[in-house]
């Protein structure tokens, strides 16, 4: 269960009198409660263990005034990574979701492994209604060439997916965004499309205020992990995640191999590990 500085606190002061020793140096406090190990880390992350910990997530909860409500929640994967699309999840959780997704430990997915991702990811996937845009490197670079940066293709992207989320649910409920720009800036973005759903709350770090905004960030990282694998089996190798100097060294294998052509069917092309390669 994810909380901040302020919810962290007052969980220490709750726990004081059941507090255990504990060497891991990134625990804020470690307790014990009712059978219950309570690990507190310093990112944020509450960890309840114990055979029974449903008594323990409602007390913490009723302590920090968190109430269960319905939500969408939408995010994105991908905008830092050399290959592989962008993708944006939305995804619908309802109050009796919740408890199923504390159950299977729903975070932020960059705090999953890859494993725990494609597991998670395709139960989620399963479970909750949601909407999923992949932009394949191929489009992306076709966007990017007409002017279009990163950020307006994700108001975009979020808006679209907002917009048929929506179309999909009964009634209305609170949509959470992922924070990437300032709020009036993601509407100006907006400005020449005909649909524009406006009835947004931006946060940044927006998975520790909704379940929400975590799951669909899971399920759009599994849809990225699912792309990359086609994407390595195209070129022979796994594609290295991210922006670094190894990168480079894949590049420069992909292009003897394959030719620089294909590059644009696996990679974004703005990116400087690409830039610099064509300006040398």
């Keep these: 269960m994810p909380v901040n500085d302020n ?27 009712n059978e219950t190990h309570v690990l507190a880390y310093a990112t944020g992350k509450v960890l309840l263990q114990g055979e029974e910990i449903t008594s ?14 319905a939500a969408i929640g939408s995010d994105e994967v991908g905008t830092g990574d050399v290959f592989g699309p962008v993708v944006v999840c939305t995804a619908f959780v309802s109050k009796e979701d919740i408890p199923y997704l504390e159950q299977m430990g729903v975070k932020d ?28 490197p191929s489009k992306y670079n076709e966007l990017t060439s007409k002017s279009i940066n990163l950020n307006k293709m994700k ?37 020449e499309e005909t649909l524009v759903y406006r009835n947004i709350n931006f946060y940044t770090k927006a998975e520790s ?11 759009a990282r599994y849809a990225f992990l699912l792309k990359m694998k086609e994407l390595s089996t195209q070129v022979g190798f796994e ?16 292009v003897e191999k394959h030719g620089v052509s294909i590059l644009s069917d696996i990679a974004k092309l703005n990116f400087k590990n690409i830039t610099k390669r064509q300006a040398s």
Aim: with cysteine; proline share 2%; net charge neutral.
């Design 56 to 69: 323990e997530l409602i007390l913490i909860k009723k302590h920090l005034n968190k109430i269960d409500y």
């Design 109 to 136: 997915s960059k705090n999953i492994s890859d494993d725990d991702i494609l597991t998670m990811g395709s139960k989620l996937a399963q479970k909750l209604t949601h909407t999923l845009l992949i932009v394949k």
């Design 239 to 254: 594609l290295r995640k991210g922006a670094s100097s190894l990168v480079d060294d894949q590049i420069e294998i992909i």
């Design 7 to 33: 919810e962290l606190k007052k969980l220490h002061k709750l726990y004081q009198h059941h507090l255990i020793d504990d060497d891991n140096q990134y625990l804020v406090f470690h307790a014990k409660h």
């Design 155 to 191: 108001a975009l992207l979020h808006n679209q997916a907002i917009i048929k989320i929506t179309s999909k649910l009964e009634k209305e409920y609170p949509v959470i965004v992922d924070q990437f720009c300032q709020p009036n800036l993601y509407y100006n973005y907006l400005s």
């Design 209 to 219: 205020v909704h379940l929400a905004v975590a799951a669909a960030s899971i399920i």
